[in-house]
């Protein structure tokens, strides 16, 4: 680095952190996340153990269209997540360094047309992938009522709970909330609109959901690293009940 | 003895300049602007600062302290202990003098925009809960400070593609007032250059008012352009609504 942290703007984060710390993890943990993501496309084919699912590997459904079973579900949340306006800002940052850090300078490139061309403009589609990736998440709630469903031996199921199904069921959640924080669709539920007051002086009924929404909207970046690391976590559990490496946990 | 503080100053002008060191006793309380003004009555009478209210309200001593863009009098000389406090002029604007910038670029763009055009005459009665979201907005003091830090324009020097964050949240004010008529959306995507605006949000952690500027202005004005431009079917849907 040629500046010292000192000189330049951001340098000192909130916990006192150099400039460079946070774009640099940001690659790091994106970066991983992908690899880990192709790795499954490419190289393991299921995705289940007994009623637990991983959540790469839903829908299972293929209705015909014969693709790599990852690959099938992963289009969807990858363009939903690349698309999202609080990834946009660590991926410009960390990837693109545009800017790596306020005031920083930038150096390396002579053109920027920010999200007015190709390939950039199509973060304006957002809200569409938003709609496919509320498909997916309805999958998902099935998928964790599932996880407390187990066979029995010798025909038939039970209510039970196992980590499993705890692990799935707070992944689903957070996937919920970072759905539900998002941008787009907290413009879609009121805040596109230019009233907020009924005539007789009454908040109308898209104030109250724009006002929710603005509340979880400013959690957003957190809802979208921990339901990231979640769904990551939710398949580490399952991939290693289906290898054997350790062994499922039931509660009751 | 007092303490002492270490300030390098850039002093300079449209041809160039550098910076300059020197030595002041510290006061309790102090603020940059405080330092700058004793340089200026005991040892550079001509040292260039604008100011006005020294309260935080006029927007007139924006400045880089060790590389950040702030209020000259907002910021505390003991903010920085034990190290030299660099204070130089905006980046992003062409300075006339010293710490003196020439922001009239800014002023020209504000003439630009559409004023707002209420759909019935004034005096009118509003609900507190309709202008809320506006009146964060309107805290803006125009201190230009996240025009200086927006990379489009710090950077990339595309002040003809983009008018930056302080355009777009006055745009926000007007086009989310209840009652106001104009349409400023084929303005924010064309030349306005709303798309520039990559939401990396530094204009958010400079400004001085602590508006939210992207994700209260900005990101909502990408929506309406989104809504006009990159989705038919939510527009029929619109249509179908009215
Ligand atoms: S968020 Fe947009 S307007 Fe604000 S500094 Fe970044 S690029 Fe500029
Ligand atoms: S939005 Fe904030 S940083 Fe920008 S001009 Fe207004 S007060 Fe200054
Ligand atoms: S803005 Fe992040 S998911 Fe929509
Ligand atoms: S002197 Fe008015 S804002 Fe600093």
Same mark, same amino acid.
């Given at each position: 680095?040629?500046?010292?942290?000192e000189?330049?703007?951001?340098?000192?984060?909130k916990?006192?952190?150099?400039?460079?710390?946070e774009?640099?993890?940001?690659?790091?943990?994106?970066?991983?996340f992908?690899?880990?993501?192709?790795?499954?496309?490419?190289?393991?084919h299921?995705g289940?153990?007994?009623?637990?699912?991983s959540?790469?590997?839903?829908?299972?459904?293929?209705w015909?269209?014969?693709?790599l079973p990852a690959?099938?579900?992963?289009?969807a949340?990858?363009?939903?997540?690349?698309?999202?306006?609080?990834?946009?800002?660590?991926?410009y940052?960390?990837?693109?360094?545009?800017?790596?850090?306020?005031?920083v300078?930038e150096?390396?490139r002579k053109?920027?047309f920010g999200?007015?061309?190709?390939?950039?403009?199509?973060?304006?589609?957002?809200?569409?992938?938003?709609?496919?990736?509320?498909?997916?998440?309805?999958?998902?709630?099935?998928?964790?009522?599932?996880?407390?469903?187990f066979?029995?031996?010798?025909?038939?199921s039970?209510?039970?709970?196992?980590?499993?199904?705890?692990?799935m069921?707070v992944?689903?959640?957070?996937?919920?909330?970072y759905?539900?924080?998002?941008?787009?669709?907290?413009?879609l539920v009121?805040?596109?609109?230019?009233?907020?007051?009924c005539?007789?002086?009454s908040p109308?009924?898209?104030y109250?959901?724009?006002?929710t929404?603005?509340r979880?909207?400013?959690?957003?970046?957190?809802?979208?690293?921990?339901s990231?690391?979640?769904?990551?976590?939710?398949?580490?559990?399952i991939?290693?009940?289906?290898?054997?490496v350790?062994h499922p946990?039931?509660?009751f | 003895?007092a303490?002492?503080i270490?300030?390098?100053?850039f002093?300079?002008?449209?041809?160039?300049?550098?910076?300059q060191?020197?030595?002041?006793p510290?006061?309790?309380?102090?603020?940059?602007?405080?330092a700058?003004?004793y340089?200026?009555?005991?040892?550079?009478?001509?040292?260039a600062?604008r100011?006005?209210?020294?309260?935080?309200?006029?927007?007139?001593?924006?400045a880089?302290?060790?590389g950040s863009?702030?209020?000259l009098?907002?910021t505390?000389?003991d903010?920085?202990?034990?190290?030299?406090?660099?204070?130089?002029?905006?980046?992003t604007?062409?300075?006339?003098k010293?710490?003196?910038t020439?922001?009239?670029?800014?002023?020209e763009?504000?003439?630009?925009i559409?004023?707002?055009?209420p759909a019935?005459?004034?005096?009118?009665?509003?609900?507190?809960?309709d202008?809320?979201?506006i009146?964060?907005f309107?805290?803006c003091i125009?201190?230009?400070?996240?025009?200086?830090?927006?990379?489009?324009?710090?950077?990339?020097?595309?002040?003809?593609?983009?008018?930056?964050?302080?355009?777009?949240?006055?745009?926000?004010?007007l086009?989310?007032?209840?009652?106001? +008529?104009?349409d400023? =959306?084929?303005? %924010? /995507?064309?030349s306005?250059?709303?798309? &520039?605006?990559?939401?990396?949000?530094?204009?958010?952690v400079v400004c001085?008012?602590?508006i939210?500027i +992207?994700?209260?202005? =900005?990101?909502? %004005? /990408?929506?309406?352009v989104?809504?006009k &431009?990159f989705d038919?079917?939510?527009?029929l849907?619109?249509?179908m609504?009215?």
């Amino acid at each position: 680095m040629a500046q010292s942290a000192e000189t330049i703007h951001g340098s000192k984060s909130k916990s006192g952190a150099a400039w460079w710390v946070e774009p640099y993890l940001t690659v790091l943990a994106l970066g991983l996340f992908g690899v880990y993501s192709l790795w499954l496309v490419f190289f393991q084919h299921t995705g289940q153990f007994q009623n637990y699912l991983s959540p790469f590997f839903s829908p299972t459904e293929d209705w015909g269209i014969k693709v790599l079973p990852a690959l099938w579900v992963l289009w969807a949340p990858l363009l939903f997540r690349a698309t999202c306006y609080y990834y946009r800002k660590e991926i410009y940052r960390g990837f693109f360094h545009d800017p790596m850090a306020c005031g920083v300078p930038e150096s390396r490139r002579k053109f920027y047309f920010g999200e007015t061309r190709f390939p950039f403009i199509w973060t304006n589609l957002h809200r569409w992938f938003w709609y496919i990736a509320l498909v997916v998440l309805v999958f998902l709630w099935i998928d964790a009522v599932k996880a407390f469903i187990f066979p029995v031996a010798g025909g038939g199921s039970t209510f039970g709970v196992g980590l499993g199904s705890l692990i799935m069921l707070v992944n689903v959640s957070l996937l919920t909330m970072y759905s539900l924080s998002c941008h787009a669709f907290r413009h879609l539920v009121g805040g596109g609109s230019q009233k907020f007051s009924c005539a007789d002086g009454s908040p109308t009924t898209r104030y109250k959901l724009w006002n929710t929404v603005s509340r979880w909207n400013e959690k957003h970046g957190l809802f979208a690293w921990v339901s990231m690391f979640s769904v990551w976590f939710t398949d580490v559990y399952i991939r290693l009940l289906i290898y054997g490496v350790i062994h499922p946990v039931r509660f009751f | 003895m007092a303490e002492e503080i270490t300030l390098s100053v850039f002093r300079g002008d449209r041809s160039g300049g550098r910076e300059q060191e020197y030595k002041i006793p510290a006061v309790p309380g102090m603020v940059v602007l405080d330092a700058l003004h004793y340089i200026q009555a005991h040892q550079a009478p001509d040292l260039a600062v604008r100011w006005n209210c020294k309260a935080a309200h006029c927007g007139s001593c924006s400045a880089e302290i060790n590389g950040s863009a702030k209020l000259l009098c907002k910021t505390r000389v003991d903010d920085y202990t034990d190290e030299v406090i660099h204070v130089r002029p905006m980046h992003t604007f062409p300075v006339i003098k010293d710490l003196v910038t020439d922001v009239s670029w800014n002023y020209e763009k504000l003439r630009q925009i559409p004023a707002f055009q209420p759909a019935i005459k004034a005096p009118f009665t509003l609900h507190q809960r309709d202008v809320d979201r506006i009146q964060e907005f309107r805290k803006c003091i125009e201190c230009f400070l996240c025009q200086n830090i927006c990379h489009v324009l710090r950077d990339h020097s595309a002040k003809d593609a983009y008018w930056g964050p302080r355009m777009m949240i006055r745009m926000a004010e007007l086009q989310m007032h209840p009652l106001d +008529t104009a349409d400023r =959306i084929d303005l %924010l /995507k064309g030349s306005a250059g709303i798309g &520039y605006c990559n939401i990396t949000k530094c204009c958010t952690v400079v400004c001085p008012q602590g508006i939210n500027i +992207t994700d209260n202005g =900005i990101i909502p %004005l /990408k929506e309406r352009v989104a809504d006009k &431009y990159f989705d038919p079917l939510g527009g029929l849907v619109r249509k179908m609504h009215k």
